[in-house]
């Protein structure tokens, strides 16, 4: 008994974890879809989350194609399939590299950004006070920030794809001596509509676990400075371990068979 009694513990504090999570998941969707409505509020946290965050993005994006041309070049130069770089540069990106890395990189900026700004609600008492002046906080916090992160990190998915292929394109071109058209053909030829699908599948699923962890982690902070910042170290990391295993799930159920 001593030995399984904290393997008990910690199960029964993972389960307790995981049912507050889900509760509190249903209930932030449930507010998504009832009316009132906050435009002004889900508009300021577009902004925050998609125009604000297109210079990292971006600039994630074209180093890792710059960087996934020359490791293609320098593994297909031993065999002769060099004409190969365009369609594991595009394919790579579209499917695997531009929804993980924008994922990561919107949770490192935004996740943290909604934990602390929630959890510094919450210790000063301000969502009380929301809830005195008959405003549900659901509606009026968690609401706008899950509809925003599930709306733009599409967007910028799209964006990092076209940034990570020109960067593929730029370092082929310039650097490696590869025809322009040749590669650009080749990069339209293997492109098919399910791998861009399903990125931008997996963006929209990566908003909305970004928005909801930095949420729910700011939400349930407490015990003052020390709190919030916890709960911001929480929400990033959750974030980004439930974007690793989701993207694996994810693309098991679009190209497992």
Not at 14 to 24: E, K, M, S, W
């Amino acid at each position: 008994m001593p030995i399984i009694t904290p393997i008990g513990r910690v199960v029964l504090s993972f389960l307790a974890a995981a049912g507050r999570l889900t509760l509190f998941a249903l209930n932030g969707l449930q507010h998504c879809f009832r009316p009132p409505f906050f435009p002004r509020l889900i508009g300021h946290q577009m902004m925050e989350i998609g125009y604000y965050s297109l210079p990292v993005v971006g600039l994630t994006a074209i180093f890792t194609g710059m960087v996934l041309a020359l490791q293609s070049y320098t593994g297909f130069s031993r065999f002769n399939a060099e004409s190969a770089i365009a369609t594991v540069v595009v394919l790579s990106v579209t499917r695997e590299l531009g929804p993980v890395l924008a994922g990561l990189m919107v949770a490192g900026r935004i996740g943290a950004a909604m934990a602390a700004e929630i959890g510094t609600m919450r210790v000063t008492e301000q969502i009380d006070a929301l809830t005195t002046l008959s405003t549900n906080p659901f509606k009026y916090l968690i609401a706008p920030r899950l509809i925003a992160g599930v709306l733009m990190l599409p967007c910028l998915v799209v964006v990092a794809d076209i940034i990570g292929v020109f960067g593929g394109y730029l370092i082929s071109v310039y650097k490696l001596g590869f025809n322009p058209s040749t590669y650009i053909k080749n990069t339209w030829d293997f492109l098919t509509v399910m791998d861009v699908v399903s990125g931008l599948v997996k963006a929209a699923v990566f908003g909305f676990l970004v928005a909801l962890m930095g949420c729910y982690h700011g939400y349930h902070s407490q015990g003052g400075a020390q709190g919030v910042g916890q709960a911001t170290t929480n929400a990033v990391v959750s974030a980004s371990i439930l974007i690793l295993a989701f993207n694996y799930m994810i693309t098991s159920m679009f190209f497992g068979s």
